[in-house]
């Protein structure tokens, strides 16, 4: 198992920046695909990004293509969401994700951290 701790989150105008962490226990990280994903009140949870355990496959939700980059540091168990040109829209809750295999569902989850951008 993995479990999963997302920091970085807060207040920011429309069109500043957040940089998100997702730090992961355990030391297998490096086998496992990660992604972000976020929900905003009364709204499903939606898919932000996604990366292979290589982290030389990325997918990006078309609401955030260009301006959100997924990354990740095997040697330091940690996944990353820098989060430029920001909008209102991207208001939400924030979760980072595990899964094994890109066949199964994402099955650990942090437990979120809260993006607020004021317009």
């Known amino acids: 198992q993995v479990q999963l701790a997302e920091s970085g989150g807060g207040l920011v105008q429309a069109g500043g920046s957040l940089r998100l962490s997702c730090a992961a226990s355990g030391r297998t990280f490096s086998s496992y695909h990660m992604g972000w994903f976020r929900q905003a009140p009364g709204k499903e949870r939606d898919v932000v990004a996604r990366i292979s355990s290589s982290g030389l496959t990325t997918y990006y939700g078309d609401s955030v293509k260009g301006r959100f980059t997924i990354t990740r540091d095997n040697a330091k168990n940690t996944v990353f969401l820098q989060m430029n040109s920001l909008k209102p829209e991207d208001t939400a809750i924030y979760y980072c994700?595990?899964?094994?295999?890109?066949?199964?569902?994402?099955?650990?989850w942090g437990k979120g951290t809260q993006v607020t951008v004021s317009s």
């Open positions: 994700a595990a899964r094994q295999s890109f066949l199964t569902q994402f099955d650990f």
